[in-house]
């Protein structure tokens, strides 16, 4: 089992910046690829970011991409998202998750955390 708790989310207005972090604990955190997922009312969870075991390999969504920075700390057993330049279509609740060693970008991890709540204004 591993148990992930995400925290950082909150409101902030439009062009600001958040940082999420993702501390995990139960399993050797480097033998799992890491991923930040979100969902927005009345719409499907959607692919943000991910990393592979080793920090190596990282990945975005496209509508992210360049505004988003996904990392993991293996001393803290954490994981971040550095979120830019916020949009107001942005705002969902983020989730994070991990699956063992190898990445994907669909939804199929095998753990995921509770959520934080992300709200940008205009």
């Known amino acids: 089992q591993v148990q992930l708790v995400e925290s950082g989310g909150g409101s902030v207005q439009a062009g600001g910046s958040l940082r999420l972090s993702c501390a995990a604990s139960?399993?050797?955190?480097?033998?799992?690829?890491m991923g930040w997922f979100r969902q927005a009312p009345g719409k499907e969870r959607e692919f943000v970011a991910a990393?592979?075991?080793?920090?190596?390999?990282?990945f975005y969504g496209y509508s992210v991409k360049g505004r988003f920075t996904i990392s993991r700390d293996s001393a803290k057993n954490t994981v971040y998202l550095q979120m830019n330049s916020l949009k107001p279509e942005d705002t969902a609740v983020y989730y994070c998750?991990?699956?063992?060693?190898?990445?994907?970008?669909?939804?199929?991890?095998?753990?995921w955390g509770q959520g934080t709540q992300v709200t940008v204004s205009s």
């Open positions: 990393v592979n075991p080793s920090g190596g390999a990282t």
């Open positions: 998750a991990a699956r063992g060693l190898v990445v994907t970008l669909t939804p199929r991890y095998d753990y």
């Open positions: 139960g399993r050797t955190f480097s033998n799992y690829a």
